[in-house]
């Protein structure tokens, strides 16, 4: 899949919004990018499962260290945002299943179970 195929799967994924602050990423002057949920340094893949769209502001606000748990809690008690903490917990739950099917990615196994249900536990219906 090339990249832009892969921007534009994970941009229908979320509606074409930022996964943590809905902003519309058709916009000209929106910068969609792909984010790692898990991120690179803490060993997640580039893989489909890992990855949502965000605008490149709250990629850059995240950035490497704070899990998806707690970026969640943090764009809503701290940014006032109404992050889609569905999507993310779909995601997670997808790289869970991607992981216990391919096997592998044993540094970060445990962590994307823990992760998956912390951010499960976060949607509000
Ligand atoms: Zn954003």
Redo the contacts with the bound molecule.
């Keep these: 899949m090339s990249p832009e195929a892969r921007t534009q799967h994970l941009l229908e994924l979320g509606d074409f919004?930022?996964?943590?602050?809905?902003?519309d990423l058709t916009r000209t002057n929106a910068r969609p990018v792909r984010e790692l949920l898990v991120p690179k340094v803490k060993g997640g893949p580039t893989r489909l499962e890992n990855e949502v769209a965000?605008?490149?502001?709250?990629?850059q606000?995240r950035g490497h260290s704070t899990s998806p748990s707690q970026y969640v809690e943090e764009c809503r008690n701290e940014r006032g945002?109404s992050p889609n903490a569905k999507l993310v917990a779909d995601q997670l739950d997808a790289l869970d299943a991607a992981i216990q099917r391919d096997g592998g990615m044993r540094k970060i196994r445990d962590y994307v179970t823990r992760e998956a249900k912390r951010v499960r536990g976060l949607v509000i219906d």
């Design positions: 919004q930022c996964v943590w602050c809905g902003y965000s605008c490149s502001s709250c990629n606000k945002l």
